[in-house]
């Protein structure tokens, strides 16, 4: 068994920061990637940014040069800081954590409420 569990939601100001957490624990010792979505209302869900166990960053175009995602290898975690927040970054988003073996398994947490006001 596989938890993923957010934290670091919160209200914000445009303009403003947030930090979300990301920790994932149980039988998988190592992910090949961790990585955040967010889901706003009445749209998909898209990838906000992705990263290797190497190192190998991925962004969508929308948080580019706001966003910066981070992660510890040793326990597991993935951190998203969010700067220059704008309204249309409200969404909830969620933790992402992916490993193949002979098939790709996937892990995801419960989401966490970002709200950017304006």
């Known amino acids: 068994q596989v938890q993923v569990v957010e934290s670091g939601g919160g209200l914000v100001q445009a303009g403003g920061s947030l930090r979300l957490s990301c920790a994932a624990s149980?039988?998988?010792?190592?992910?090949?990637?961790m990585g955040w979505y967010r889901q706003a209302p009445g749209k998909q869900r898209e990838l906000v940014a992705d990263?290797?166990?190497?190192?190998?960053?991925n962004y969508a175009d929308s948080v580019k040069g706001r966003f910066t995602i981070s992660r510890d290898n040793a326990k597991n975690t993935v951190y998203l800081q969010m700067n220059s927040l704008k309204p249309e970054d409200t969404a909830v988003y969620y933790c992402?954590?992916?490993?193949?073996?002979?098939?790709?398994?996937?892990?995801w947490g419960q989401g966490t409420q970002v709200t950017v006001s304006s």
């Open positions: 149980g039988s998988i010792l190592s992910f090949n990637v």
């Open positions: 990263i290797t166990s190497g190192g190998i960053r």
């Open positions: 992402n954590a992916r490993v193949r073996f002979a098939s790709l398994y996937e892990y």
